[in-house]
């Protein structure tokens, strides 16, 4: 089933309690690209890279099945860059640095190609420019996922609003659930936001797990115990491109499968920490995935008949 | 099975965001014995009061199977005092005023009707009388857990490393896992943990859930999401009732059953939250239990043929 992924491809910077980063590769679309592509093909980007980004990205890319018709190289510019630096507890981070540069004027160019998109997956990024894709879209896609951040909750709430009335599922980290909903409680939040517009929600509690609700339905999926986390930086998008490459691929958009392709999200973020930027996510193979999902069903697995 | 359950019986005064209760009807033991005596009779209660603590609470105790023989009640002196005011997030408190009265010097009577004691649970209290408990006991139980917490780390850290030598389960949260084993990675810590003696660890992560480590397994159980938490006091306490209460019932004490009890515990902690003190785990019955631990199966029940 054709995937269309949207987010930046770019350069990171990043400080954690244990060690330091170059400026390395990531961006979101670059991300939910690796993460997807353990799942489904074609997988479709759309984003846009300055001259400094390295051609030979895309060329892995597309060896991974992922078409690169997408994504605009502006050679006289310069890719976004973010550079950030966490706390110990890896759930709370600060920013460095931002360099929009390319990012600043994005204006998403869907090729003929892309008509064919049957699952969208929309990385955090302004939520006008995610808006745009949507709109340049001939059909509607089965399933439409938005990625967000707290940023435009602060600088464009009212575009976020407008946009997140058009998808099927939002997915915000907990912090982000309370500031858009104004309620604490993530159960109030989430019916808050339900509200708003999207079927399901995916809430992202970092080292504390995922929870998906959809009506007065909820499913919680933990993170896997991680003797180390190295780098937290692109879990969330390694999540999503989990959850959005299980669905495509399985071509099933009910909610029990979305339970399932949310332990397959878990499962790639538990990958992506465990060394800096996109280094795990280039390494795994589908064995490694197979045995992390087993130590999920184990991790969560109880017998009812014993009570 | 014979339940052995030992810790406070006491008052306490509480504020969390959402309202202050006077001083009401508290204690380790208290809400252990509430909790437990779901599951499993005879319960046999060792706690000490003061001639303040309402002697109608000990019957409602006696009614539900709990024997109140080793409750020592001294008349001229006051009951175990504790004041404490809890933070939005319901997962940090403030201790306002901590009055030991009678715990001052507790010195735990088993009569010999206790003797028989298959589980042991030893609530939160200071090492050096959790281990005298211990060593009163004949016949060493099948199974003894044991609750502690951070002010025993701080003043009698080496009683503690004696008492958790002889114990089968360890009960502690995650900051207070981090504190013991100096690891921040609970992983890590609970290796260094279980290498202190303990053969079981169960960290407790408020409302973010529990792990249970043996070996090198590992088991999660979520918190129920809540529309509202109203007064977290005792909910560990609440859990440690349900675990202990479903082993005990059962009488089985493989790594298999402790999982089970553990969702036990859960669903029987997120009752406790719902209203002041333990005026919930006073209303609950059986169908409500049932019915919660359903909502536990299908918040982690996911269908792994669909990947």
């Not at 939910?32 to 592509?37: G, L």
Request: with cysteine; net charge negative.
């Amino acid at each position: 089933m054709s995937l269309v992924v949207v987010g930046s491809m770019a350069f990171d910077a990043i400080e954690t309690p244990f060690g330091k980063s170059n400026k390395i590769v990531g961006g979101a679309a670059t991300y939910i690209a690796w993460s997807a592509s353990n799942f489904t093909k074609p997988i479709k980007q759309v984003s846009v890279v300055g001259g400094d980004f390295p051609k030979e990205e895309l060329l892995k890319l597309e060896a991974r099945g992922v078409s690169v018709e997408g994504v605009q190289i502006k050679e006289d510019e310069k890719s976004f860059f973010w550079s950030g630096r966490y706390h110990m507890d890896m759930n709370t981070r600060d920013t460095l640095d931002t360099q929009l540069n390319v990012l600043a004027n994005f204006d998403p160019i869907l090729p003929d190609s892309y008509q064919d998109c049957e699952y969208l997956m929309l990385g955090n990024l302004a939520p006008s420019v995610q808006a745009s894709v949507i709109n340049r879209l001939n059909t509607k896609p089965k399933l439409v996922v938005l990625d967000t951040m707290n940023f435009w909750m602060e600088s464009a709430m009212s575009d976020l609003e407008n946009v997140i009335k058009k998808v099927d599922v939002l997915l915000v980290n907990d912090s982000e659930a309370r500031q858009l909903s104004a309620e604490y409680s993530l159960v109030k939040a989430a019916r808050v936001i339900l509200n708003m517009g999207p079927k399901y929600l995916i809430i992202k509690k970092g080292e504390h797990g995922a929870l998906l609700f959809h009506g007065n339905d909820v499913f919680f999926a933990p993170a896997l115990p991680l003797e180390d986390v190295f780098d937290p930086t692109g879990a969330g998008d390694t999540f999503a491109g989990g959850f959005i490459g299980h669905i495509a691929k399985t071509n099933d958009i009910s909610f029990e499968n979305m339970k399932t392709a949310i332990i397959v999200g878990s499962a790639m973020a538990s990958f992506c920490v465990e060394k800096f930027g996109t280094t795990r996510l280039k390494e795994i193979k589908k064995a490694d995935i197979d045995e992390r999902i087993q130590q999920f069903v184990q991790l969560v697995n109880f017998d009812i008949k014993l009570i």
